[in-house]
């Protein structure tokens, strides 16, 4: 069976597109409505606390501050940190190294 360039490229493409749309997602979208504090601001502030390379972000309900807040996981060298944001006012939460099993 022969598979015509143009299919080919489409799937490609369909993928690398979901791949990219992918990559800006995070957690907890669905509680974005609730911020004040949107995720670009809160990685900025994030990455001001504990410079390095984001890992992963979530944004939940916790306790502590407002009670939304952004996680962030954030990797410099071999050591990777919590930072968190909270979303409404953004004030920074926490700044602490993650443990082995991190949550």
């Not at 390379?53 to 306790?63: A, C, F, N, Q, R």
Request: overall charge neutral; cysteine-free.
């Amino acid at each position: 069976m022969k598979v015509s360039t143009k299919v080919a490229s489409g799937i490609l493409g369909g993928v690398l597109f979901l791949y990219a749309f992918g990559a800006y997602a995070f957690t907890g979208q669905e509680l974005a409505g609730e911020a004040k504090i949107s995720i670009a601001q809160a990685r900025v502030t994030a990455l001001r606390a504990y410079p390095g390379s984001i890992t992963d972000e979530e944004l939940e309900k916790e306790k502590g501050g407002s009670g939304l807040r952004y996680s962030f996981d954030i990797k410099k060298g071999g050591v990777s940190h919590e930072v968190g944001v909270d979303a409404r006012t953004g004030a920074v939460l926490e700044n602490s190294i993650e443990g082995k099993h991190a949550d």
